[in-house]
T-cell receptor, first 113, second 115 residues
Framework: AQSVTQLGSHVSVSEGALVLLRCNYSSSVPPYLFWYVQYPNQGLQLLLKYTSAATLVKGINGFEAEFKKSETSFHLTKPSAHMSDAAEYFCAVSDRSDYKLSFGAGTTVTVRA | KAGVTQTPRYLIKTRGQQVTLSCSPISGHRSVSWYQQTPGQGLQFLFEYFSETQRNKGNFPGRFSGRQFSNSRSEMNVSTLELGDSALYLC??????????????FGPGTRLLVL
């Protein structure tokens, strides 16, 4: 079964600083990978997805993620944090034959003024 | 295009009761998946329906069931509610077409509190 591990349940950054959220997946075959964001009392919003077209994936709100097969990683970055980036972020994986998403435990991002 | 809608948004029930949650997918989407989100267990897959058939199922007891109608709307039912069923239940829709990379779009969720 596919699984993902998110390193760090909480990340605190200063406004304008780099945001780096770590995600590692377990799979012998490159799966589909996703990053979702969840704001308080809301559902999940897709930030970006990897489907093997390109290893560097650009998403919404200035986020991007790089797929590294050798490291089985799909870390999410944003060069300059904004106060509105404060939310919980989930890395998710699905294999190429079903539509079940397996989520990481989530990383809560707080942004300091 | 309207997004995924879920009703009701909030629900309070007591132990032993049953509950039905509803999800309307994005127009044209034929796949609906359900997830349970709790602070302790995180986001867990419940089941997925495509064209009125359950296509995939997570590791939940039989008290959790669902169905999908011909218009792709889906309902999820939980019988004999337990305190541990208190959670945010999220519905997601996708086109569901096999062999095509898929993105699931999530609704705002139904927050269920079991007392």
């Amino acid at each position: 079964a596919q699984s993902v591990t998110q390193l760090g349940s909480h990340v605190s950054v200063s406004e304008g600083a780099l945001v780096l959220l770590r995600c590692n997946y377990s799979s012998s075959v490159p799966p589909y990978l996703f990053w979702y964001v969840q704001y308080p009392n809301q559902g999940l919003q897709l930030l970006l997805k990897y489907t093997s077209a390109a290893t560097l994936v650009k998403g919404i709100n200035g986020f991007e993620a790089e797929f590294k097969k050798s490291e089985t990683s799909f870390h999410l970055t944003k060069p300059s944090a904004h106060m509105s980036d404060a939310a919980e972020y989930f890395c998710a994986v699905s294999d190429r034959s079903d539509y079940k998403l397996s989520f990481g435990a989530g990383t809560t991002v707080t942004v300091r003024a | 295009k309207a997004g995924v809608t879920q009703t009701p948004r909030y629900l309070i029930k007591t132990r032993g009761q049953q509950v039905t949650l509803s999800c309307s997918p994005i127009s044209g989407h034929r796949s609906v998946s359900w997830y349970q989100q709790t602070p302790g267990q995180g986001l867990q897959f419940l089941f997925e329906y495509f064209s009125e058939t359950q296509r995939n199922k997570g590791n939940f007891p039989g008290r959790f069931s669902g169905r999908q109608f011909s218009n792709s709307r889906s309902e999820m039912n939980v019988s004999t509610l337990e305190l541990g069923d208190s959670a945010l239940y999220l519905c997601a829709s996708s086109s569901g077409l096999a062999g095509i990379e898929e993105t699931q779009y999530f609704g705002p969720g139904t927050r269920l509190l079991v007392l």
